[in-house]
Structure formats: structure tokens, C-alpha cells
């Protein structure tokens, strides 16, 4: 049988975690398990590389739900453990999440949850489906003291002590803030912005605040990103982290297996305004070849008239299935979010952030005076060629 994706070295236990990475099996992918299952199975692999790329809960439903006689026993209770385990935890994280956002609510403080709790509600049809580790909240940076100072009573600390003079400086460097609650069993991750600065994710927060809609789960009331606008933020989010785990891709594909109706028309022109076109497409093409994706052909043609986003993909998919947990190594990272931006100001303005952005690392590097803080622009180059110089050398 012909391998579904196009990756021609694929191992059968990456195939069959590919033929699992999906709330509902069709027909072709029951009839490819159940040939797949036929063959030696690496089993402890397999269970490694579905729990790295955070896949665990969809292998367990679709191997229950299929054939589980075709799974040896102490490997199907392996698995199911490691699921229970994981179904606890995300039950633990649903409920504080609700908690956190009753409380922003209650004193004036506006959130939006996404990923997590509420993608694996809206998308999967149930919490416990999809791996999360943490609680991420979109706040806006004018609130994030009043938010900090509204959580830690309850037992978190944030991963950076900063008073309110550091926390201004922290603002304009980075887009999130990690707390961690005292019992160490939740992160929450407070965001002003999807990524980091010197990124330069393309979307004011601004749009992102005025689109907002209302949605209820759970007897519960919370603030929505549109469709639209999730598709492309979980793109942008996916090209961030390199797409290194099968998670974010399975995300894409379930997310439009599940809005029929999506407005693409709205997709791509807010994409393309905001010069995040061949991220989108990079998403969307993934989820096409690795998942069989419903995309629409029109919208397809435009992906492919796009040469650059498939080499990426091709690129993508091949360190995807090497085991090579994300990373390209430091300088093609550099090249690939060069590469990802379809603009050439916008590829200038990420080469210019990234040197001079100011992070809190730097200042802890060299400790200045306030008089000699535009001296860090100059350190901020020495730093990172003394954290990565030997990365680079070895690169090149």
C-alpha cells in the first residue's frame, strides 16, 4: 500500500500514529491501521514519539475504538494509563481556567483563552482528547500588573520576579508571562501578544480585541478569537514553534474539518494584509499532506502557486519525522522565519528586531546602569554569538 502523506522514508509506527491523528477514522484509515498493525510494531516508539508530539490521547481512542485486539495488552494498558493521566491533568487545567477568567472578569480585567482547554473543547468535542500542559490567556500588556496581582494571592509565582519599573521593560521585550502555582501542578501563561516581539507578528492586539465574540461553555460566558481569525493565529503559532509537534498540524485539520463554514475569503484577506499569507499556507499545506485535510481546491491553488511554501513543507515534514524535537539548529531556525515571511520590509524589520529587541537575558548577561542601557545594543550581539557562536560554527 501507498504510504498517505508524501514522506518517503517513513517509518510504520510514524504511519500509523498519522492514520490515529484525527477525532473520526474513514474507512481508508481503518483499513491502513489495521494492514499497519499486521507488521512489527516498535510499540515502546511508537508510544515515545505519540507522546512528544502530544498525540497520546487520539492514539488510545482510535486503537480502542478500532482494533485493540490487534495492540498487545500490557502496551494497550500502557497507553490507557498514560491517557487517564493525561485526561486528569486536563480536567485539573478546564477548571482553573474558568476560575482565572470568573476572576479577570469580576474585576475588569479582559481575557481570552485559546488553545488548551477551549481548542480541545471546540475542536475535539472533548477536553481530554488533545495534550496541553498549561493555561494560555491573551490579556491586554496595559493589565498584565493588575492580572499578576489578582493570581499570585491565589499561589502563583511568576517565573521572572519583576517590579512595576522591570515589568514596563519586560513589556515592550516579550509577549507572555509564566506562573507557576505553589502545589507546581499549573503554569499559566498570561500573553499580551501571540509572539514574541522578535517575531513581529503582523496582527495588532488591537484587531484581535475588536473581534472578539461571546461564547458559552459550561454554563460559562468567555471571550472568543473568530474562525478566522484562529485558523491564522494557530498558523502563525505553528510556525513559531517550527512545527515540531504533529499536535499543531492535527489542530489545523480538525479545525477545519470542523467549521463547514468557514469564511476563507476573510482568511486570506486578513493573511494577506498582514503579511502572514505563506504561514497560513505552510499550515494548511501540512494539513493537507499529513492529514488529508478538507481544504478547498481554489484555496489550494493559491498554495501551491506559492513555490517557497513547498519547500518548507517538505523541509518540515522530513525533520518532523526524524525525531529531531523541532529544532533545525540555530541558524536554519534563523533562515526558516527568514523565509516565512512573504514580504521583503517584513523579513527586514525580523533581522532588525531580532538584534536590537532588548530582552531581560541581555540585562542579566551585563548588569548596567540605567545611563548605559543603550549599551545593551551592543551586548545583545556578543551575547548571542557567545550562547550560539559554537551552533553556528557547527551549522555552517
Known amino acids: 500500500m501507498e504510504l498517505i502523506n508524501k514522506s518517503e522514508d517513513i517509518r510504520s509506527e510514524d504511519d500509523l500514529l498519522l492514520c490515529c491523528s484525527r477525532t473520526h477514522m474513514d474507512p481508508v484509515r481503518m483499513k491502513r491501521t489495521a494492514w499497519l498493525l499486521g507488521k512489527d510494531i516498535d510499540w515502546p516508539y511508537l508510544i515515545r514519539t505519540a507522546m512528544w508530539h502530544g498525540l497520546i490521547p487520539l492514539l488510545y481512542k482510535n486503537l480502542k475504538d478500532t482494533y485493540p485486539d490487534a495492540v498487545p495488552e500490557g502496551i494497550m494498558n500502557q497507553i490507557r494509563n498514560y491517557f487517564l493521566t493525561n485526561a486528569r491533568h486536563n480536567l485539573l487545567l478546564n477548571e482553573e481556567l474558568f476560575k482565572l477568567l470568573h476572576l479577570f472578569e469580576a474585576h475588569g480585567v479582559a481575557a481570552i483563552p485559546y488553545k488548551g482547554p477551549t481548542l480541545a473543547a471546540s475542536i475535539y468535542g472533548d477536553v481530554t482528547l488533545r495534550q496541553f ?201 534563523l533562515v526558516f522565519y527568514f523565509r516565512v515571511r512573504e514580504r521583503l520590509g517584513d523579513r527586514i524589520q525580523y533581522w532588525l528586531r531580532l538584534a536590537t529587541v532588548i530582552t531581560p537575558e541581555d540585562r542579566t548577561f551585563l548588569s548596567l546602569p540605567k545611563f548605559l542601557s543603550p549599551l545593551y545594543y551592543l551586548i545583545r550581539p556578543v551575547r548571542l554569538m557567545k550562547k550560539h557562536g559554537l551552533k553556528l560554527s557547527r551549522s555552517s
Open 133 to 333: 500542559s498549561d493555561l494560555d490567556i491573551l490579556i491586554q500588556k496595559e493589565d498584565l500588573k493588575r492580572a499578576r496581582d489578582l493570581i499570585v494571592p491565589l499561589g502563583y509565582q511568576p517565573h521572572i520576579n519583576l517590579s512595576d519599573v522591570d515589568v514596563t521593560h519586560y513589556i515592550e521585550s516579550r509577549n507572555e508571562l509564566s506562573f507557576l502555582r505553589q502545589d507546581r501542578r499549573v503554569t499559566v501563561e498570561l500573553q499580551w501578544e501571540i509572539t514574541p516581539h522578535y517575531l513581529n507578528f503582523p496582527i495588532p492586539s488591537k484587531y484581535l480585541w475588536e473581534s472578539t465574540e461571546r461564547v458559552v461553555r459550561k454554563d460559562s460566558e468567555f471571550n472568543a478569537l473568530p474562525a478566522a481569525v484562529e485558523l491564522l493565529v494557530m498558523c502563525v503559532h505553528g510556525t513559531k514553534d517550527l512545527w515540531a509537534r504533529l499536535l499543531w498540524v492535527c489542530d489545523v485539520a480538525e479545525f477545519i474539518r470542523k467549521n463547514d463554514g468557514l469564511e476563507w475569503d476573510r482568511v486570506i484577506s486578513l493573511s494577506s494584509t498582514s503579511g502572514s499569507l505563506r504561514m497560513l499556507f505552510l499550515g494548511l499545506l501540512l494539513a493537507k499532506d499529513l492529514l488529508d485535510a478538507p481544504i478547498p481546491e481554489e484555496i489550494m491553488k493559491n498554495v501551491d502557486a506559492d513555490p517557497m511554501v513547498g519547500r518548507l513543507a517538505t523541509k518540515t515534514e522530513e525533520r518532523i519525522f526524524k525525531g529531531s524535537n523541532g529544532s533545525f539548529g540555530y541558524l536554519k531556525n
